[in-house]
T-cell receptor, first 117, second 110 residues
């Protein structure tokens, strides 16, 4: 099966600019996650969707980050305006159901590496 | 809240050496525990998991046993290979979000 697709692979922007990342999950996976992975740290959940509804966005900095999954398939994550501390790898993951991997593991994309200068 | 603590890295070993990467967790209830691996330039992949106490997860020669009494899920492999060089993440969930440890960089030299 095709894996989780993400684009772009790399992005360099200046602070205060805007940026958007795209994710296409594995076909049939209802649950989609966006994680932020700062260099040297483990991934941190930003937002979780179940189909096109938000399940958990408690760690999303909502003043500058937004995400949507309008048709319950693809998703976009946007940062506006970007700060230096947003430099990180943004990982998208999907799973069959929302039990957070107890029986349905998360499948990760290769990520988008964002550098904010 | 839930937390996962991994041994501080990085770890450098010679080929065929024994590997242990420690992981302990703090959670309400009884979490499911996982090890994910991230090879250079790739996304995270599930390596193994255990969903209840005394379960042993295993894959590709790696093993980890869910120890409730010590709240641990240490990753072991009897003989590492150069191809095992990667970053290894311990993770856990107990009905709340999946929480990752900081990751341990493993380098295996020929």
């Amino acid at each position: 099966e095709a894996g989780v697709a993400q684009s772009p692979r790399y992005k360099i922007i200046e602070k205060r600019q805007s940026v958007a990342f795209w994710c296409n999950p594995i076909s049939g996976h209802a649950t989609l996650y966006w994680y932020q992975q700062i260099l040297g740290q483990g991934p941190k959940l930003l937002i979780q969707f179940q189909n096109n509804g938000v399940v958990d966005d408690s760690q999303l900095p909502k003043d500058r980050f937004s995400a949507e999954r309008l048709k319950g398939v693809d998703s976009t994550l946007k940062i506006q305006p970007a700060k230096l501390e947003d430099s990180a790898v943004y990982l998208c993951a999907s799973s069959l159901n929302p039990d957070r991997g107890k029986n349905s593991p998360l499948h990760f994309g290769n990520g988008t590496r964002l550098t904010v200068t | 809240g839930d937390s996962v603590t991994q041994m501080e890295g990085p770890v450098t070993l010679s080929e065929e050496a024994f590997l242990t990467i420690n992981c302990t967790y703090t959670a309400t209830g009884y979490p499911s525990l996982f090890w994910y691996v991230q090879y250079p330039g790739e996304g995270l992949q599930l390596l193994l998991k255990a969903t209840k106490a005394d379960d042993k997860g295993s894959n590709k020669g790696f093993e980890a046993t869910y120890r409730k009494e010590t709240t641990s899920f240490h990753l072991e492999k009897g003989s590492v290979q150069v191809s095992d060089s990667a970053v290894y993440f311990c993770a856990g969930t107990s009905g709340s979000r999946l929480t990752f440890g900081e990751g341990t960089q493993l380098t295996v030299n020929p």
